[in-house]
């Protein structure tokens, strides 16, 4: 039976955790306050086109929930790429993930502005890096294990 010890800076990797931790707040934070000012009422999830055209409200609203959406949507396939690199390499997935988490902020106060293409800022573009970093360097790290499991 073989073991496996963490490396000695696997703590570092508490701190890209609390930040996807503050996001999702920070994104909470936000939509529940568009909410609030666009008068939506729950269960609705989205205004219809017409409406939030109307109202700059409305699409700040649909503009924020549609924000913390698509972080919902991609945060899971980050973390999982996270927590594997972290095992191997804590220091490198802490620095992408962190970036990363920078980038979904400036992707939230972009989008959350009502403007649709605010969202596409140089922070938020550069964050992709990170994002095909993890994925990389995670597919770099199976594949060299699996062989010399296999080999």
């Not at 972290?86 to 902020?105: D, N, Q, T, Y």
């Amino acid at each position: 039976m073989s073991s496996f010890t963490l490396p000695p800076a696997f703590p570092i990797v508490g701190l890209p955790l609390v930040g996807a931790f503050a996001l999702n707040a920070f994104q909470q934070t936000r939509v529940m306050s568009a909410r609030k000012a666009a008068g939506v009422k729950y269960p609705t999830l989205y205004v219809s086109e017409a409406e939030a055209n109307a109202d700059p409200k409305k699409m700040i609203y649909n503009c924020t929930q549609r924000a913390h959406g698509n972080t919902l949507e991609n945060i899971p396939y980050m973390l999982a790429l996270f927590g594997f690199l972290s095992l191997f390499h804590p220091k490198l997935a802490s620095i992408f993930m962190s970036h990363w988490i920078v980038g979904r902020f400036s992707y939230t106060l972009g989008y959350s502005s009502g403007n649709p293409s605010g969202r596409m800022s140089f922070i938020y573009k550069t964050s992709y890096l990170s994002l095909f970093g993890l994925f990389l360097a995670s597919g770099y790290v199976a594949i060299t294990k699996s062989l010399e499991i296999l080999l």
